[in-house]
């Protein structure tokens, strides 16, 4: 299949896009919205070819499982980490890094799973360095830091799965 290229120049950002999405799960914003809205509009100027109206259904149904439960997690007191020049610096690092490890593995799938695993580690990895330079009072409870990354990673499932189903149905 040879794509022009205004379709490939567009389907690349609507894959750095979900890249986005992704990115944005790792410091508590809504990356499954964008995940959708991204689908959606692939969908919509594509025709609806690859995506139809219930694959479009079946992920706006799991964006709002994944944000809902995500505001149970933060209510619940989950901790959400400071967004920051270094913990974004950090976290695109980790996800690059998590790339090129997990994708000689895992082939394609490993692309988008090393880029959320990698960028989580980096986040954490900032987080757990700010922690340390707090005194010990003014640190976050283990059970606090075990649930932001329980609701990260629960999220970040939920996300990979939307880019899953939805590049599945694509190449289809």
């Not at 964006?63 to 995500?70: C, G, L, P, R, V």
């Not at 959400?80 to 998590?98: D, I, R, T």
């Not at 954490?124 to 990260?152: C, D, N, W, Y």
Request: with cysteine; glycine share 14%; hydrophobic share 60%.
């Amino acid at each position: 299949m040879k794509l022009s290229f205004f379709a490939a120049a567009g389907f690349t950002v609507f894959i750095l896009i979900l890249f986005a999405g992704i990115f944005l799960n790792l410091f508590g914003l809504p990356g499954t919205v964008v995940v959708f809205f991204d689908v959606l509009f692939y969908a919509i100027f594509t025709g609806f070819d690859h995506i139809g109206l219930k694959i479009i259904l079946f992920l706006l149904i799991f964006t709002i499982i994944a944000e809902t439960i995500d505001l149970f997690f933060v209510i619940g007191g989950a901790f959400q980490p400071v967004a920051s020049k270094k913990s974004f610096g950090a976290a695109a690092l980790g996800a690059l890094g998590g790339i090129f490890l997990l994708t000689p593995f895992c082939g394609g799938p490993g692309i988008w799973i090393g880029f959320f695993l990698g960028g989580l580690a980096g986040t954490l990895i900032i987080e757990f360095i700010h922690q340390s330079k707090l005194k010990a009072p003014f640190r976050m409870p283990g059970r606090v830091i075990f649930t932001m990354i329980g609701g990260k990673i629960f999220k970040g499932i939920i996300a990979l799965s939307m880019i899953a189903f939805s590049l599945s149905n694509i190449y289809s």
